[in-house]
């Protein structure tokens, strides 16, 4: 296969896996398309950047501006990232063992853990983006944050094998190591790039998170599922955000 056609392929996939965007019929390259996440990212941060400067010509106060553009990338995902992070934190704190922790995050009603999870961490992202948008930075910050916070994803999906043998994790595979480097550095460049290095401390602040969640999850359920990784991108995002303030 050409490399252009390949590239558009890995593109169209990481779309078609990661955003409810439409896309054109393409033939489906799973974790192969790991490199192209922080892309996708980048484009769901447009998405809020988008709105965050709509709603600056309508002059929204910034609370509720922020809510708008976490609203429009959630919508833009099909809140995605929210539901593994609400199943995460079900799941590795509410199971007694294994079993019971992965059936918890099978599950598709949301609990105590999950409810605290969800909120305390889309409130941490709202009250960031509402600091950022009342300073002017929000939509360089967006985009930024929402580019890096992909990046983990791909690199916990190549480190850990899959916890259980069915699933959206497991179904895509596992990327090879040269398409999760890709992607880390990828996802550090537009921050950089968008941020300056100010972007640094989200970088760092990215991987202690991330390799904290990696850890947790191989001690209490084995390896990682597509849960694991929509809670490192929400933890990712809003920790991002938060720094890039």
């Known amino acids: 296969m050409p490399?252009?056609?390949?590239?558009?392929?890995?593109?169209?996939?990481a779309f078609s896996l990661l955003t409810r965007l439409p896309m054109p019929a393409h033939d489906h390259s799973?974790?192969?398309?790991?490199?192209?996440?922080?892309?996708?990212g980048l484009a769901v941060g447009g998405v809020g950047a988008l709105t965050v400067w709509l709603g600056g010509l309508a002059e929204l106060p910034p609370g509720p501006l922020a809510a708008l553009a976490l609203a429009a990338m959630a919508m833009a995902t099909g809140g995605l990232h929210e539901d593994g992070l609400a199943d995460t934190a079900d799941g590795?704190?509410?199971?007694?063992?294994?079993?019971?922790?992965?059936?918890?995050?099978?599950?598709?009603?949301?609990?105590?853990?999950?409810?605290?999870?969800?909120v305390l961490v889309t409130l941490a992202a709202w009250s960031a983006l509402t600091g950022l948008i009342a300073s002017g930075r929000a939509v360089p910050a967006l985009m930024a944050a929402a580019a890096l916070s992909r990046a983990p994803m791909a690199a916990i999906m190549?480190?850990?094998?899959?916890?259980?043998?069915?699933?959206?994790?497991?179904?895509?595979?596992?990327?090879?190591?040269?398409a999760a480097l890709a992607a880390v550095l990828i996802g550090a460049a537009l921050c950089l790039g968008l941020s300056g290095t100010g972007?640094?401390?989200?970088?760092?602040?990215?991987?202690?998170?991330?390799?904290?969640?990696?850890?947790?999850?191989?001690?209490?359920?084995?390896?990682?599922?597509?849960?694991?990784?929509?809670a490192s991108q929400q933890l990712a995002f809003a920790a991002s955000l938060a720094l890039l303030g």
């Not at 799973?30 to 996708?40: F, T």
């Open 158 to 178: 190549a480190a850990l094998p899959p916890a259980r043998a069915s699933g959206l994790s497991a179904a895509s595979g596992r990327p090879p190591a040269p």
């Open 199 to 230: 972007g640094l401390a989200a970088i760092l602040a990215t991987a202690l998170l991330c390799a904290a969640l990696a850890r947790a999850a191989q001690n209490r359920i084995g390896g990682q599922t597509g849960d694991i990784l929509g």
């Open 30 to 40: 799973g974790a192969a398309s790991a490199w192209a996440w922080p892309v996708v």
């Open 92 to 118: 590795l704190f509410g199971g007694r063992d294994r079993e019971r922790r992965l059936a918890i995050m099978k599950d598709s009603h949301i609990g105590s853990f999950g409810t605290l999870a969800l």
């Open 3 to 13: 490399p252009i056609q390949r590239l558009t392929g890995d593109l169209l996939s």
